[in-house]
């Protein structure tokens, strides 16, 4: 007898994380991944509400899953996520009397105890799978066991290291959805990497809401540098070839986690800081605890302590009451400081948040679209002039997966890097990389010395990804 399942997962890597969490105790219970979703018997969507458009997306979808639940009331329905957020889902449930189960973020369990509630199949089904994993070894209870089709394939994962935010900006609703910040214990986080690594991942990224305040929670307790080093020692012993991390605040980024950074070979010269605001008035009514001027310095420190380091962040345009001028002084920044990637998004009015309550969403669509489209174009000019420094440089390339007929992968600084190479799998190798042509979003590579290729940014313009 056998079950399956499937997760529609919407919104950040710590929803794809807490995805692979859920699959990961149901392919405990011996469920595996269904090929076609409307097949499976146990169907979840995860859900995100960062802006209205994900949460309308995540209603859509989870009401597409009453019809099937009608035809076939045995299928179990799931919903998890900043939707169900940390409170009691009461009012979710009368809204969706067909769900059968409703998820926090980060906490399959629920899931768990309502399939072994279910009977004897599922009891049978788990019993056989726990019977199987002692043959297997999958001894270590914290094991992150991956989907069957995931094992050997998936070369990148997400591991969640903080959960929840203890912070307050007035846009957000984090903080509501997933709680107060708790950090996990370095044994937990140390038995996920070895156990991704043992099924195959070589690179792990970090995840936190504010990953630097990592242990901040924990009295006398390690912070991310003493993590990071953990890890990065651990890991690397079990197959793991890079590690990164992402979110941190401009606040809590101490000079010891960029060192670790810097020191440390397989930690990766990459660091997310989000600035979401160049203006000082904005980012006081955002209540970010910064200047403009602080955020300089921090970059100029991040700079100044990690060699060739890729610096990425996240920025709202429209925020209430954000005037012209204020939007320029966004702008002015970014050019100025030249960062490799941001991250955009239009301001979103979200329920229970400080601005959706007490500031008018007083800048048009209309507006907000052409301060996008703004920022948009000059940071598309400033990637490539990045980007253009590595032509004719050699740079090593995780390779994750085939796109094209071309080798997929990614740089230290997490650039995509396409290239050509039929000799054998490649997958999960470092391959070092000829640069031959670069653009905004990504590059073109070939292996060093196979000289037969095109001159550097001509014929590929044509073909260009
Ligand atoms: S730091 Fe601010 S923006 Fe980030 S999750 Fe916390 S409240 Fe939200």
Avoid at 310 to 332: K, M, N, R, S
């Amino acid at each position: 007898m056998s079950k399956s399942y499937h997760i529609w997962t919407l919104g950040c890597q710590m929803n794809v994380s807490d995805s692979q969490r859920l699959a990961s105790e149901l392919e405990k219970m011996g469920l595996s991944a269904a090929e076609d979703p409307e097949q499976a018997d146990v169907l979840v969507v995860n859900t995100c509400v960062v802006r209205q458009s994900a949460e309308d997306k995540g209603m859509g979808r989870i009401y597409s899953l009453r019809p099937i639940k009608e035809k076939y009331p045995d299928k179990v329905v799931g919903v998890m996520g900043c939707m169900v957020g940390v409170r009691d889902p009461l009012p979710l449930r009368k809204k969706l009397p067909f769900v059968d189960v409703f998820m926090s973020p980060s906490e399959p369990l629920p899931m768990v105890d309502f399939l072994r509630s279910k009977g004897d199949e599922y009891e049978a089904l788990a019993a056989e799978a726990e019977s199987r994993a002692m043959r297997d070894a999958i001894q270590d209870e914290d094991a992150l066991v991956l989907p069957s089709h995931e094992r050997g394939n998936l070369i990148t994962a997400h591991v969640p290291v903080v959960y929840g935010c203890s912070h307050a900006c007035t846009f957000c609703i984090i903080p509501f959805r997933r709680g107060v910040e708790r950090s996990r214990s370095v044994g937990e986080i140390v038995a996920e990497v070895r156990s991704l690594a043992r099924q195959g991942v070589r690179e792990v990224t970090l995840l936190g809401q504010i990953v630097d305040r990592y242990g901040k929670d924990i009295p006398d307790g390690p912070d991310l540098g003493d993590l990071l080093r953990i890890v990065h020692d651990e890991g690397v012993k079990e197959g793991i070839q890079r590690i990164r991390f992402l979110t941190s605040h401009p606040n809590w980024m101490t000079d010891k986690i960029l060192d670790t950074v810097a020191e440390l070979p397989h930690l990766m010269p990459q660091i997310e800081v989000p600035a979401q605001a160049g203006d000082d008035e904005v980012l006081r009514r955002m209540k970010r605890g910064y200047t403009q001027e602080q955020y300089r310095q921090l970059i100029e420190r991040i700079r100044a302590r990690v060699p060739d380091v890729a610096i990425h962040t996240d920025i709202i345009v429209g925020f209430p009451g954000e005037t012209e001028p204020q939007f320029e002084q966004t702008l002015t920044m970014l050019k100025d400081l030249k960062l490799d990637k941001v991250h955009l998004a239009k301001y979103s009015p979200r329920p229970q948040t400080v601005s959706a309550r007490t500031m008018p969403d007083d800048v048009s669509d209309e507006e907000k679209e052409r301060r996008f489209r703004e920022i948009d174009r000059a940071q598309a000019e400033i990637n490539a002039e990045i980007n253009a420094r590595r032509l004719g440089t050699q740079t090593p390339v995780l390779v994750e997966e085939l796109q094209g007929g071309k080798w997929r992968g990614r740089t230290p600084q997490n650039k995509i890097v396409f290239f050509e190479d039929a000799s054998r799998d490649r997958r999960g190798e470092v391959v070092d990389v000829e640069i031959i042509w670069t653009g905004p979003w990504s590059m073109q590579g070939r292996l060093p010395g196979s000289g037969d290729q095109p001159k550097p940014n001509e014929i590929i313009q044509l073909s260009a990804l």
